[in-house]
């Protein structure tokens, strides 16, 4: 199956920085991906939807300038989490279904730890 | 809009037979996703079936859908203590958007 990459894998950073989240799509392009988060022993919440070339689609309750979106070319997108804080610890995981396909593939995730 | 239920957990003995079983309330959903999730990684793609089957078999794997009754189930024949994950399954909802069950942790014992 196709691949999905994130970078980094883990990260910990101070309450207050911003932290970018990228995500890959190796061996294919992918118009549309997106983005979810995973609390520990609990189901993923997709939080948006990236286009590229175009805005991101947030979900209800989503805050948009907190997680801000950027899907620059038909194989990256950028999650990047603005002002940390403690609450938003947890496992950014993003996926990329193939173009044209009901195939989708994840990345391995990001485990995001505000201090 | 759709929500998706699992069982939280199962546990069993190398060898043996696993149901995971799942169910929605969407009945347009189009189609549906087994995915696994080991520790600390992202999820595997393990199958799906279009909503217009009754069945899809892969391997040890063997999907089953009731459509009547929104009913999903994943079948792993000959479990080995590999296959200890959790196990998810997910509905789109709409073109590509996954709407994903609580997630059923599969515990396979020696």
């Known amino acids: 199956g196709a691949v999905v990459s994130q970078h980094p894998s883990w990260v910990i950073c101070k309450s207050g920085t911003s932290v970018k989240i990228e995500c890959r799509s190796l061996d294919f392009q992918a118009t549309t991906m997106f983005w979810y988060r995973q609390f520990p022993k609990q189901s993923l919440m997709l939080m948006a939807t990236?286009?590229?070339?175009?805005?991101?689609?947030?979900e209800q309750g989503v805050e948009k300038d907190k997680f801000l979106i950027n899907h620059a070319s038909l194989t990256l997108s950028t999650l990047t989490v603005t002002s940390a804080h403690p609450e938003d610890s947890s496992f950014y995981i993003c996926?990329?279904?193939?173009?044209?396909?009901?195939?989708?593939?994840f990345g391995p995730g990001t485990r995001l730890t505000v201090t | 809009g759709e929500d998706v239920e699992q069982s939280l957990f199962l546990s069993v003995r190398e060898g043996d037979s696993s149901v995971i079983n799942c169910t929605y309330t969407?009945?347009?959903?189009?189609?549906l996703y087994w995915y696994k999730q080991e520790p600390g990684a992202g999820l595997q793609l393990l199958t799906y079936?279009?909503?217009?089957?009754d069945m899809k078999q892969d391997q040890r794997l063997t999907v089953l859908l009731n459509k009547k009754d929104k009913h999903l189930s994943l079948r792993i024949a000959d479990t080995q203590t590999g296959d200890s994950a959790i196990y998810f399954c997910a509905a789109n909802t709409g073109f590509q958007k996954l709407v994903f069950g609580t997630g059923t942790r599969l515990l396979v014992s020696p």
């Open positions: 969407d009945s347009s959903s189009t189609y």
């Open positions: 990236s286009n590229e070339g175009s805005k991101a689609t947030y």
């Open positions: 079936i279009f909503s217009n089957m």
């Open positions: 996926s990329a279904p193939e173009r044209h396909s009901y195939e989708q593939y």
